[in-house]
């Protein structure tokens, strides 16, 4: 049995001007220990899909249509709020964004950093001090002991997000939600903390979804892909057969448009129009305004499905095999 | 630290300095002088009189003695009240105004920052317009308007309170109600917005994500920076809650040094209206001070 | 990645660039829809209307006494009943609701003209100027100035101009800082930047782009600070050291009806009652601006 399966995860906002369908019947699933990577660009669902299987939807605006989320035979989806917060950071534990704002700055990292610890499990202060420099030194931060009474503003960018690493790690958790965690910082440190993060997750065996925008990263750590627009995954499975062989043509024309793959000189790919405004109902395939493969039949409803061993794709076309990418 | 107050203590002169002047000349151009009222005052007598109070030097020569005699923390003798120095009045007139105004700031700190938190955790909830309603109220019904109205209903109504006099503990309900709604009120208005502000922040979704509670999210992680526009709003709470003092005590009948402040301005008691004027200044400019300390005691941004 | 293209940015800088136009225009259909302000504007209108039209309409004169009616409840003859002088109350808080609401507006107009300058002044030159400038507001700040305040109308007698030209000069400070940090903030925004790249004079940009941008949180704040002014001068009148007898303002109706509000509540009710209401009034259309316009005063 999977670590967290999830069946058409449907999260709406229901704000002033209409329904917005920021997650719209997503499933996928996870084992332990595993790495998946959700790629999509900003506003495609992937955060929001993360966020609301762990209650950190705020409700209102958002509710959550349908669905499920097993987690060790627990449907998060469903939980009381009591039991959603034993579990989130005890089991399942989130770093985010910008670690700039992500940090207290009112608080010393040290009571930031024990306080999962304070908050789950019977400890003494004490101990939670050592075990928080003890964790502080795993992820790399120099004189620890001293640095632990420090603010938060005293720390660099890559500092404070490997502090977060830290404190997300502390309970030993069974799942690291991992959300666009190096998209606010510098190149070299974006790779210290990816290498980071693979030299924990080896250690400890833990799973981990990382949600990023950037295909390179998603790329060198993720064993599966799912790839998310407009709210619903379009296309998942293995990393290479995602970057390798798209199987839809939204993630080709991803592929397309990164330059770095594409020959010198060549002119840049862009992706024609905009995405679809997510408070207006949409019937066939999201991408279809923007496909240059679209056609009549892509106005029917569409369903992730597989067309090789774990390989699925939402293309009706490419389902039916009239297309082939 | 030290620094920094040293630093801050060295500001307030010129601030204090502009005050006891400004304080000084207002007074001396008053039209009339402090004896007019005792028309029967022979002309000799009168001159013993501005002899003895040092009237009869050039207004420069009074200024500097008067200067000199600030610097020792001496306020001078009372025109009025023969053989009492101004220092003697506040002495015995302050502690009466420093316990109102103290309860009214406690009043109005507790019930504001209550209602502010409770307002902020459902916005635009009925619990939310309760509490901008009330507090839209408060400030809109000024102490001169609410004293008499609670005077009316709670003490010549229902007679739970006297009506005025400072002897018991009851006697302190209403003013100190009166005087501490206002502040109330805004201090909710200040902790509403500076907790919803917070409250939006990344960091308080980190500590939703490490399963905190909410009671944990309010108290250890937003109210610290989400009471800072409180914090700042002390200095001129304080100054509000002095000058609310004389409307207050006038009210209630309560004597304390606003009362006092009022009575001197109308008898022309020189030294005694400039002595008080120069000690509020003093008292506000060391509370602002006390406010700056917490400011940036709690703001581990600023730094001493 | 594919970005919308930043088409909405360019839309609000030709907004803002333009004045008396959308700007000003969606605010007041923002302002329209925020029934507490509108409820605000409409009483504010109702009220000056009243003080302004209705003696002319009474018959009865503020100072007209009738002894053999005094202290009277509201009646047919008198609706809100006659003071202790037998002198009619509707017809005097006509008469004091134009005092309050006047010297609230010259006293809020000195202010403006100190603050704007002041601040306009600071923030145009910038520099050591600029910072000399603000640390005396900041001094000035530290003052108890109601104090001084109170000290003025003891000093120079009870005088009306006096009393308005003082408020007004305790008031300005705010004013100042606020008008000083839009013509600073401003001037540094690339608007500015494009206007002086593209050759415009001073005249021109100081006229059809600074002003524009500066008037929303003036208006604003003006709006805030005729109930402030309104209150500093009942505060004075009550204890005595405002608007003298017999002219009266709301605050000295309240002061009289409080001294004798045990036998005669209407007298301290009935002024207290509009007093509040136009500061009730005026706060919740000041907001409902502030809304509209999409101001942050340093207030909150």
Not at chain 1, 168 to 178: C, G, N, Q, S, V
Not at chain 3, 164 to 193: C, D, H, N, P, Y
């Amino acid at each position: 049995m999977p670590l967290l399966q999830v069946q058409d995860l449907r999260t709406y906002f229901h704000t002033r001007n209409g329904v917005v369908r920021a997650v719209d019947g997503v499933s996928f699933d996870i084992e332990s220990g595993e790495t998946l990577g959700i790629v999509g660009e900003s506003g495609s669902g992937k955060s929001v899909t993360c966020y609301s299987m762990v209650g950190l939807i705020p409700q209102p605006p958002g509710r959550i249509e349908s669905g499920t989320a097993l987690f060790d035979g627990v449907d998060l989806l469903k939980a009381r709020p009591e039991q959603l917060r034993q579990i989130r950071g005890k089991r399942i534990a989130m770093i985010f964004q910008d670690p700039m704002t992500s940090l207290n700055p009112y608080m010393r990292v040290e009571d930031q950093l024990i306080e999962p610890l304070l908050i789950h499990e019977q400890i003494e202060r004490r101990r939670a001090v050592e075990l928080g420099i003890q964790a502080l030194k795993d992820v790399g931060i120099q004189d620890a002991a001293n640095r632990i009474r420090s603010y938060p503003h005293e720390f660099s960018g890559g500092m404070r997000q490997r502090v977060m690493i830290a404190m997300a790690l502390i309970t030993k958790p069974d799942l690291l939600i991992a959300d666009e965690p190096t998209t606010a910082l510098d190149v070299t440190v974006q790779a210290q903390i990816i290498e980071l993060v693979r030299r924990m997750q080896a250690e400890r065996g833990m799973a981990v979804i990382w949600i990023s925008h950037d295909l390179g990263v998603v790329a060198g750590l993720c064993k599966r892909v799912n790839v998310m627009y407009a709210g619903r995954v379009v296309e998942s499975g293995l990393t290479e057969r995602i970057f390798r062989a798209p199987r839809h043509p939204y993630n080709r024309a991803l592929q397309k448009s990164i330059p770095a793959l594409q020959p010198k000189g060549a002119e840049l790919y862009t992706i024609a129009g905009m995405p679809p405004d997510l408070s207006k109902p949409l019937a066939g395939c999201a991408f279809a305004k923007r496909c240059e493969f679209a056609q009549d039949s892509c106005q029917q409803p569409v369903e992730l499905k597989s067309i090789a061993d774990g390989h699925n794709t939402a293309c009706v076309r490419v389902q039916s095999g009239e297309l082939k990418l | 630290m030290f620094r920094f107050i040293a630093a801050r203590l060295l500001q307030t002169i010129p601030v204090l300095f502009v005050v006891a002047t400004l304080a000084f000349f207002m007074v001396r151009l008053m039209p009339g002088g402090p004896f007019d009222a005792e028309r029967s005052v022979p002309p000799e007598v009168e001159r013993e009189l501005a002899a003895y109070y040092g009237l009869d030097k050039p207004l420069a020569r009074q200024y500097l003695d008067y200067l000199g005699q600030l610097i020792r923390g001496d306020l001078g003798p009372s025109f009025k009240y023969a053989n009492r120095s101004v220092n003697e009045m506040i002495a015995s007139t302050f502690p009466v105004s420093l316990q109102l105004g103290g309860l009214a700031l406690g009043l109005a700190l507790l019930f504001g920052i209550t209602a502010g938190v409770l307002a902020a955790l459902r916005p635009n909830s009925a619990m939310d317009y309760v509490a901008s309603g009330i507090s839209m109220t408060g400030i809109c019904l000024p102490t001169f308007v609410l004293g008499p109205l609670l005077i009316l209903v709670f003490a010549l109504n229902l007679r739970w309170f006297n009506a005025s006099g400072w002897f018991d503990a009851s006697d302190r309900v209403l003013p100190a109600l009166t005087l501490g709604i206002v502040y109330a009120a805004y201090v909710a208005r200040l902790t509403r917005g500076g907790m919803l502000e917070i409250l939006s922040q990344d960091f308080i979704r980190t500590a939703r994500a490490k399963g905190a509670s909410e009671a944990r999210i309010i108290f250890r992680h937003a109210l610290r920076g989400g009471l800072l526009p409180v914090i700042s709003f002390l200095g001129p709470a304080a100054a509000g809650i002095i000058t609310g003092s004389f409307v207050i005590e006038t009210i209630f009948q309560i004597p304390g040094l606003g009362r006092h402040f009022v009575t001197s301005a109308f008898n022309r008691d020189f030294t005694m209206v400039t002595g008080i004027v120069v000690f509020y200044a003093v008292l506000i400019v060391f509370f602002n001070l006390l406010v700056d300390i917490v400011q940036v005691w709690l703001n581990p941004k600023l730094k001493f | 990645m594919t970005q919308a293209p930043p088409v909405t940015e360019s839309d609000t800088s030709l907004a803002m660039a333009e004045p008396g136009s959308s700007l000003w225009h969606d605010a007041w259909l923002r302002l329209r829809k925020n029934k507490l302000a509108v409820f605000g504007g409409v009483t504010l209108i109702l009220v000056t209307l009243f003080c302004v039209a209705g003696p002319w309409l009474s018959p009865y004169t503020y100072e007209q006494q009738d002894f053999a009616q005094y202290a009277q409840p509201p009646s047919a003859k008198h609706w809100f009943g006659t003071d202790k002088l037998g002198r009619d109350q509707l017809t005097r808080i006509m008469y004091g609701g134009r005092i309050s609401l006047g010297v609230g507006i010259c006293a809020t107009l000195v202010s403006l003209t100190i603050g704007v300058m002041y601040g306009a002044l600071a923030g145009f030159l910038g520099g050591k100027t600029d910072a000399a400038m603000m640390r005396i507001v900041d001094i000035l700040y530290a003052l108890p100035f109601t104090v001084f305040v109170i000290l003025l109308m003891v000093a120079f007698g009870r005088n009306i101009v006096l009393l308005f030209v003082a408020i007004g000069a305790v008031e300005w400070l705010t004013m100042s800082r606020i008008v000083r940090g839009q013509v600073q903030s401003l001037r540094k925004q690339e608007f500015i930047e494009a206007a002086l790249a593209l050759g415009l004079s001073r005249r021109r940009i100081i006229l059809r782009h600074m002003i524009p941008n500066v008037l929303g949180p003036v208006a604003v704040y003006t709006t805030l600070t005729i109930p402030a002014v309104m209150l500093l001068e009942a505060f004075l009148s009550f204890l005595g050291l405002g608007v003298q007898p017999p002219m009266s303002s709301w605050g000295t109706m309240i002061k009289d009806g409080a001294e004798l509000m045990e036998e005669f509540p209407w007298l301290l009710m009935i002024p207290a009652a509009f007093f509040s209401l136009t500061l009730f009034s005026l706060n919740f259309l000041g907001d409902g601006l502030r809304d509209a316009l999409d101001v942050r005063t340093s207030k909150d």
